[in-house]
């Protein structure tokens, strides 16, 4: 599960990172956002959009997005 | 007049909120697995990092147990305040409108602030007055309350934002300087200050017994 601040939220994790970057000679780099990645192993059919909704993400604030990678 | 102060695993304030009630009324500990609230007249969820605070502030203390029984006590119309970590329990659990995110300056804020209050007409400000600047302080990670534009104004207009901090003193980039809000019914209210440190003229400022008084005439009220 990918969770991110949702968009116009301010960052400042990633404000934070963004500002040291020019330290290490990288230039134009914008809009660094920190999020939250959870891996975990999930029976078929586990319904992953209700447990994102109800506790990996507060969808007041956050998006969230579930990448499977079938194995 | 009893008033019953959770404790979870990394509740830090429980204490000086029992002391706190205490100097109005009669307190006592409720653990977290509790799933009664019997002879409780007034919940209060205190500070502290509830279950470490991992994942997002109050996320995995919303259910917790003893949390179904405080949603029953507060759609019974029982008064219910939330303190800091308390606060953000209430939020995560729906019971109370919109978020709290990391502090702007993404450092501990550990400071006396001064506090409007905007609406007298809660359980944890009937004793106040419209205006009414209270002097306590804060200590958080993450207070910077947030609520989508729409949301807020919804807010603003039914009168559920309750405190604001002073002109000037907003610590951690809360929307629209809020500092504390409630429910509609005005019966559950959340803060990030700590009332509960700030009830002994030796600490600076005995402002915050105001809100643990406004939750005792509250309950006579209703008795009456």
């Known amino acids: 599960m990918l969770i991110r601040p949702k968009e116009g939220i301010l960052d400042p994790q990633g404000k ?4 040291a970057l020019p330290a290490l000679g990288f230039e134009g780099i914008s809009h660094v956002r920190v999020g939250r990645m959870v891996e975990l192993e999930a029976p078929e059919g586990a319904d992953l959009a209700r447990l994102c909704e109800q506790l990996l993400a507060n969808p007041l604030i956050e998006d969230y997005e579930v990448v499977e990678d079938g194995e | 007049m009893k008033f019953g102060v959770l404790q979870f695993p990394g509740s830090c304030d429980e204490r000086d909120a029992v002391l706190a009630c205490e100097r109005v009324g009669e307190a006592e500990l409720v653990w977290h697995g509790e799933t009664e609230l019997s002879g409780i007249d007034a919940v209060v969820v205190p500070g502290g990092f509830s279950y470490g605070d991992y994942l997002r502030a109050g996320a995995i203390a919303r259910f917790a147990p003893v949390m179904n029984a405080v949603r029953d006590f507060a759609e019974a119309g029982g008064p219910v ?3 800091c ?3 953000q ?9 919109g978020a709290l995110l990391p502090n702007e300056g993404l450092r501990f804020l550990c400071r006396q602030v ?3 209050v ?3 007409a809660t359980v944890a400000t009937a004793r106040c007055e419209p205006g009414e600047r209270l002097s306590i302080p804060v200590k958080h990670m993450s207070g ?23 002109p000037g003193q907003n610590p951690n980039g809360s929307v629209a300087d809020v500092a504390g809000v409630c429910n509609a019914h005005g019966n559950v209210v959340g803060l990030m200050p700590h009332p509960e440190h700030a009830v002994d003229p030796l600490t600076g400022s005995a402002d915050g017994l105001r809100l643990f008084e406004s939750l005792v005439a509250g309950r006579l009220a209703a008795a009456a």
């Not at chain 1, 934070?16 to 500002?19: F, Q």
């Not at chain 2, 989508?148 to 604001?164: H, I, K, N, Y």
């Open chain 2, 114 to 116: 001064e506090l409007e």
């Open chain 2, 85 to 87: 970590n308390g606060f």
């Open chain 2, 89 to 97: 329990v209430l939020c995560e659990a729906g019971l109370l409108p």
């Open chain 2, 144 to 166: 910077r309350w947030f609520a989508p534009a729409d949301m807020l104004a919804r807010l603003e207009a039914s009168g559920q934002v309750v405190f604001r901090y002073g």
């Open chain 2, 81 to 83: 305040l939330g303190i």
């Open chain 2, 118 to 120: 905007v609406n007298t």
């Open chain 1, 16 to 19: 934070a990172v963004e500002r």
